[in-house]
């Protein structure tokens, strides 16, 4: 089976997946990491071939912060997953990771929680997915909450008809986080998150990928 894993920059967002990939990779399957180049020395040091797509620039990325400067605590997240991670960033990942996806044909798609270009794809082509979570529950179900509207436009202009709110919620979720970690979180009574370890040796959760 194919899984590909997909990324935005930065460390604390590609270095969750690497425990998954290498895991997935140790089962048999064949594992590629799709991601902004400055992932690249972390992806090439964990032994992954790297599918380059692009990020925003550094005055792209002042464009939008330059009108917010001082804005702090939960009005920054109302900015930054919007504005950010579900609108700027998803839409200029979007055409090479969707090279990727095209040419690579993944089985599924595997992504960290902030990185909704791949989401999109995956619905887009019919290809199953999951996300990693790189924050508590707590955090995580805040972030979704505002990702809502963003990737309701990027379903729509990808052809995708569906419930953008249902799409990410119904999304298969991993997370080492701790249960005591995860704050006021509901969980999700239908789809609450697969609680693995990290670690090396750690236990590999059980799933219909095997």
Same mark, same amino acid.
């Given at each position: ?13 590609? +270095?969750?997946?690497?425990? *998954? #990939?290498?895991? =997935?990779? %140790?089962?048999? /399957?064949?594992?590629?990491? !799709? ?75 595997? +992504?960290?929680?902030?990185? *909704? #270009?791949?989401? =999109?794809? %995956?619905?887009? /082509?019919?290809?199953?997915? !999951? ?80």
């Amino acid at each position: 089976m194919r899984i590909l894993f997909t990324s935005t920059q930065g460390e604390g967002h590609i +270095r969750p997946l690497l425990p *998954y #990939a290498k895991a =997935v990779a %140790a089962l048999g /399957h064949e594992v590629r990491i !799709a991601a902004p180049e400055g992932c690249g020395p972390i992806i090439s040091k964990a032994g992954f071939e790297h599918h380059v797509f692009d990020c925003l620039s550094g005055p792209e990325l002042e464009a939008i912060w330059a009108p917010h400067r001082g804005v702090r605590g939960d009005d920054m997240l109302k900015i930054a997953i919007p504005q950010m991670f579900a609108g700027a960033t998803a839409r200029k990942s979007l055409p090479g990771l969707r090279q990727a996806v095209e040419t690579w044909r993944p089985d599924v798609i595997v +992504r960290e929680s902030v990185e *909704y #270009a791949g989401l =999109v794809l %995956a619905e887009a /082509h019919g290809i199953p997915h !999951a996300r990693v979570n790189v924050h508590n529950c707590g955090f995580e179900e805040l972030v979704n909450s505002y990702a809502v509207e963003p990737v309701a436009t990027l379903l729509d202009s990808a052809g995708v008809a569906g419930d953008a709110k249902a799409i990410i919620w119904d999304e298969p979720v991993f997370t080492a986080f701790p249960e005591t970690f995860d704050g006021d979180a509901r969980q999700g009574e239908n789809n609450p998150p697969m609680r693995v370890s990290t670690a090396a040796g750690g236990p590999v959760p059980e799933t219909d990928w095997r």
